[in-house]
């Protein structure tokens, strides 16, 4: 399995001749999803789901298909019917080759006088989990590769260290953190070297690793 770190929180991934993306929002680059098979989509905010990187990617491959929940589904199935499929916890599919866990319900609290959303995270293949907007625990199952929302309003750096240790991952790879600015960068990666537990490390956008 080959990741491609994309802008802010946006993954691609590549196995056997396919592709899989996950959530490509506005800050994510405008062709994020194009050359997809398959595109899932953790939650509504704009930062993780933009309908026109959707379109690119859909329009792009007349096969590509999307899974999401039921808030980012009612939005776009009219204009691709057929292809838009709605998820929640406990789901399982095969997309693009690869198997899927849906994990989670609810995004993370931003403030408690902000209502909260639904949001779910996706395990591939038994060993990558991308949460979305939560500090979501695939109960039950053991993640090799965690893809850690390390920068967001809504949570600190105490949580992402005890996210990381909770999940205890055989590594962590930075996402969401496109608001992170570069000179603390080094702060918060020295923090979740010495205190996840895990191994951990961040991608440039652009960057394309292989996964065990």
Same mark, same amino acid.
């Given at each position: 399995m080959e990741l491609t770190k994309k802008t802010h929180a946006c993954v691609r991934f590549r196995k056997d001749g396919q592709t899989l993306v996950i959530d490509p929002?506005?800050?994510? =680059? =405008?062709?994020?999803?194009?050359?997809?098979?398959a595109i899932l989509v953790t939650h509504e905010h704009m930062d993780h789901f933009d309908e026109q990187r959707l379109r690119s990617g859909m329009e792009a491959n007349p096969a590509a298909e999307i899974w999401t929940l039921a808030s980012v589904a009612e939005q776009i199935s009219a204009a691709f019917p057929g292809r838009v499929h709605t998820v929640g916890?406990?789901? %399982?599919?095969?997309?693009?080759?690869?198997?899927i866990e849906v994990h989670g319900q609810l995004h993370a609290v931003i403030h408690p006088d902000?209502?909260?959303?639904?949001n779910v995270g996706y395990l591939l293949d038994g060993a990558v989990f991308h949460p979305g907007d939560a500090l979501t625990v695939p109960e039950g199952r053991s993640v090799d590769t965690l893809l850690l929302p390390v920068h967001a309003p809504w949570n600190k750096v105490a949580e992402v260290i005890d996210y990381v240790r909770e999940v205890a991952p055989r590594?962590?790879?930075?996402?969401h953190d496109s608001l992170l600015q570069d000179h603390a960068r080094p702060v918060?990666?020295?923090?979740?070297?010495?205190?996840?537990?895990?191994?951990?490390?961040?991608?440039?956008?652009?960057? %394309?690793? =292989?996964?065990?």
């Open positions: 929002g506005l800050f994510s =680059e =405008e062709d994020a999803a194009v050359g997809a098979d916890e406990g789901d %399982t599919f095969t997309a693009a080759g690869f198997d902000i209502p909260r959303i639904t590594r962590a790879i930075d996402i918060y990666d020295s923090m979740i070297d010495k205190l996840g537990g895990s191994d951990h490390g961040r991608l440039a956008p652009g960057t %394309t690793t =292989e996964l065990g």
